[in-house]
Structures are given as structure tokens and as C-alpha cells.
């Protein structure tokens, strides 16, 4: 990351400089530790080229191997989450899976709803009030197609953002993802009604791990990623997919962020973003 090459180039500036004034006089030297202490913050807090990554739930088999990553290189990230089956056979947001995720509250991760049974909107229904075609993919409903008010989706959403309250002991950010970021103009009216912008991500940010292996190997959607990625860019992966052979991440994920940052790109969850703060700002609860 560029500021932390910044960082330590002045740190060893001012630490030299502190011992030369060491000779002049002890006050001198412990004079300028407060002055290390601020300057080292100040270089780390700049960040001129962010990049938002964020993960969706999967079946959960690869987000030990996940957080061992973003640990090692001080990433912190946005985690939308869903109640979605894993490869233990429960909830990604299940009791098994609550020391996980406050770890993750822990490490200063941001969460937001992925719905609670990862329910993907078909299709607006004709009339007023709003009315939608949705089918889950998790839960008891799994597969069976509903109608659904703007009142239930909202619900729904809710039910995501309060289990994830739960599991991490923090507020998640007023914000959601639609399953397969699948949504229409009515749909995300509805949501911001009730409290909720949507976040999709951009064209480059899509990494590519929902993609057969066979056709797109991961050294390919790494040096697509590495070549297309731009400041501002919001990027989507998954803790998990079902039908990857060749498992993403870690693989893909920890090339990425050295890569990313050795080109001078910084990491920062959604709540810094420019298109959401103010949003965050007026409706966080």
C-alpha cells in the first residue's frame, strides 16, 4: 500500500532525526515520539486509491481460510450475509457459526443483510401498492415461488440485519444486497423506504469465483481482476460457492490484495464510501 511504504520511509526519517537530537539532549528526542505517533496515524488513515471489497455468505467451507487473509494483511472488508446452507449442513448465520462472525466484529469488519433465506426478486407484479415475484433459496420456503409486498421484503431484509445483530453484537450498516444483485427501480423504492439502500458492485469488481473453473481458472479472473480494478471500485466474492471446482479463495484472494496494494490501492469497508456514508449517517440505527 502506498501509504504504508510512505509510513515507514518517514518514521525512519524522524526516528533518525531523533537520534541526532538524542546527543543534543535527551528532551529532544522524547519530544518528537508524540510527533512519530501522529505523523504514523496520518499516513496510515490517507488513502488515495480505496477499493470496497465485500464478500457474500456461500457454504461458508473457505471463510476460515478467509479471515486468516484479511488478518495476515490488515484488510477490513463489508460481509453481507444471509441464513444460506453450508457445507457442515446449518445456517451460515447459525449458533455454530456466532464465534466466527464476532471475531469478525472484532477485527473492525462492517455487515449488512443479504436477506435472512437469500431471497431472490423474479419479477414486479402489475399495480399499486408495489407487489413482487421472489423465490428463497435457503429456508423452509427454499425454491417455491411467493408474491410478496414491499412490507415482506422489507421484513425480510430486517430479518438478516437482526440475526446479524445478533452474531456480531453490532449495529450492521442500513444497507443490503439483493441475492444475484438481482433488483428492478421498484424494488430498491421499497427498500429505501423502509430504511435500506442497496449495494451492488462494479463491472471490474465482479471477481468471478460464481464462474466454472474449467472456463475461467483462477490465475485468469486474477489477472483480469489485477488489470481492470479501479479507485472507487466496490468488488464482490463469496465465502463459498457450491459449484467451483477449484475453490477461489484463498487462492485468488490473498495474490489479490498484495497485488492490489503493491500498486498503491487501499482497502475500506462500505461505510467510508462515498455513495453511502451520508446515507449510513442518516439512517443508521
Avoid at 471477481?207 to 474449467?214: A, N, R, T, Y
Avoid at 488489470?227 to 477449484?246: F, P, Q, T, Y
Wanted: hydrophobic share 40%; aromatic share 10%; glycine share 12%.
Amino acid at each position: 500500500m502506498a501509504s504504508g511504504r510512505w509510513t515507514t520511509r518517514a518514521a525512519d526519517r524522524l526516528r533518525g532525526i531523533a537520534g541526532l537530537l538524542a546527543g543534543a539532549g535527551r528532551g529532544w528526542a522524547l519530544a518528537l515520539v508524540p510527533l512519530l505517533a501522529v505523523t504514523a496515524a496520518s499516513a496510515q488513515d490517507r488513502c488515495d486509491k480505496p477499493v470496497y471489497l465485500t464478500f457474500d455468505t456461500g457454504h461458508m467451507g473457505v471463510a476460515p481460510l478467509i479471515a486468516e487473509v484479511l488478518a495476515r494483511h490488515q484488510v477490513r472488508v463489508t460481509f453481507f450475509a444471509a441464513q444460506e446452507a453450508t457445507q457442515a449442513g446449518d445456517g451460515s448465520l447459525g449458533e455454530n457459526w456466532a464465534g466466527w462472525w464476532k471475531a469478525r466484529a472484532a477485527e473492525g469488519h462492517e455487515f449488512a443483510s443479504h436477506t435472512f433465506d437469500h431471497v431472490y426478486w423474479r419479477g414486479d407484479l402489475p399495480g399499486e401498492p408495489p407487489r413482487f415475484r421472489v423465490r428463497a433459496s435457503a429456508g423452509p420456503d427454499k425454491d417455491v415461488p411467493k408474491e410478496w409486498t414491499a412490507a415482506q421484503y422489507c421484513e425480510e431484509i430486517g430479518r438478516g440485519a437482526r440475526r446479524l445483530e445478533q452474531v456480531t453484537g453490532r449495529k450492521p450498516l442500513p444497507l443490503f444486497r439483493a441475492p444475484g444483485g438481482k433488483t428492478s427501480p421498484r424494488l430498491l423504492a421499497a427498500a429505501r423506504a423502509c430504511g435500506y439502500a442497496h449495494v451492488g458492485w462494479s463491472p471490474a469488481g465482479f471477481l468471478g469465483d460464481e464462474l466454472p473453473s474449467e472456463a475461467f481458472p483462477n490465475a485468469v479472473l486474477l489477472d483480469k481482476a489485477l488489470k481492470g480494478i479501479r479507485s472507487g471500485d466496490i468488488l464482490v466474492a463469496h465465502l463459498g460457492i457450491w459449484s467451483r471446482r477449484d475453490p477461489w479463495a484463498p487462492a485468488v484472494l490473498e495474490p489479490l490484495v498484495t497485488g492490489l496494494k503493491a500498486r498503491g490501492f487501499c482497502f475500506r469497508t462500505l461505510r467510508e464510501h462515498p455513495d453511502y456514508k451520508g446515507w449510513i449517517a442518516a439512517h443508521g440505527r
